[in-house]
């Protein structure tokens, strides 16, 4: 059943083949969450224009996501991967295993890549039962805006034609690094954003208990994170180097760091990379 006004019930009937099968030319999201709001926004941002059909078991983000970025929702899944050239796999890890049991007697394309954190390519092969060539990501929300990361691991032999397929629909979103599976847990508990937007509140949060009102203490905070480390990026002094330019001996900023340490800092960030490899360790055995 439709839910009441959801625009796919008004949507033209996709485009058929010469045999009147639906053309398999679509770009197929499973999945209307977060990562695939992100991802949609920065292909659109990039001028993306292969078609693009997502689904998902809630009308209500279908609608969002249809109203937002213009892309065909649809909520039958046979449907959705009728369309299929290229499929995403973006939900959920403890959801992976039932949903492609779900899709066990449907057709799929060729070429498909999980989204989802710690699930591995075996597994994935093994849980949809049918010749697909698999891949794995890990984007960043980041990716909205053009300046994600996105690592990539590929199954052996998985065709070069669809590997370079993969890094082009990626690198419309930002930076691609292609890495083995077996380093996947360790960057994906790296490299997530939300340690910057985590930074950020604690360091803001710390200057204003100084005295510091909202707004200021965010403007200084977020220069001292965001900018300090885009002057690394872009330029080609070490890390080692600009720490030192950063924090003279015995000044502000050295016993500031210095307090830190002391205080545990290292140990509680290790501390945490750990406990987040663990969680992704948990989603491999599904």
Known sequence: MKAAGMTVARKPPPKRSLDGAPRKNATVFLGGGRITGALLAGLRLAGYDRPIVVHDRHPGKLRQLNRQYGVTVEPNLRRALERAHFLILAVRPDSVRELLKQTKEIPHPEIAVSLAAGVRLANLRAWMGQPV?????????????????????FERNFPAAARREVR??????????????????????TYSSSHGYHALAALAGAAEELGLDRKTALAAAAHAL??????????????????????????IAATTMTSMDKSGYKRIVQRGLRAGMSRARGNADG
């Open 168 to 189: 082009d629909l990626f690198v419309r979103v930002g930076s691609v690094l292609e890495i083995s599976e077996n380093k996947f847990d360790a960057f994906t508990v």
């Open 226 to 251: 965001a900018d300090g480390i885009l002057a690394w990026r872009e330029g080609n002094i070490s890390l080692n180097d600009l720490l030192r330019e950063a924090a003279t001996p015995g000044g």
């Open 133 to 153: 060539h698999w891949a794995r990501a890990m984007p960043s929300p980041v990716g909205r805006s053009g300046r994600g990361l996105t690592a990539v691991t």
